[in-house]
């Protein structure tokens, strides 16, 4: 299926068949493709790239298709990495697999300050939904193992 061209998000690259390698979703997702373009935000004399999630739920594209800047698809991929790297590697010296007194995980600096990553203490339900977070990962250690390689194959490739 191929990706619009005619609404405000204007691709540049693209990925028509993300629906294939969708995750546990392959064959049967309602995303359909990936691209990288021209933002629909963008104003007279201001350019932004930005990534879409396109969604087609079988007569038209969906208004739940996602846009985000590249930078935000970065800092996604980022706290992706280091979600998966904290319950890896600490998360099980915790009873309740987090501090209690220190929900904070990390900051990772950037930009002149730093993205905290932390426990959301706030939640009312942290406690079972952190165990199901750590066991959805689990689960798909094998999906997020297979792309954390090629990302970081392409970053070597890159020189980072």
Sequence with gaps: MKIPTNLKHKPVIVSENYENVDGRSSYQSDAKGLSLGLAQWNDRGRVDISAKVWRYTGEKWSRQSEELPLHRVLDLAILVCRAQQYFRDEAYR?????????????????????????ICKENEHIDEDIQLFCNALGSDGELLGERFAVLARILKEMGY
């Design 94 to 118: 915790f009873p309740k697999l987090y501090c209690e007194d220190d929900p904070m995980i990390d900051r990772v600096g950037m930009q002149g300050d730093a993205m905290t990553v932390a």
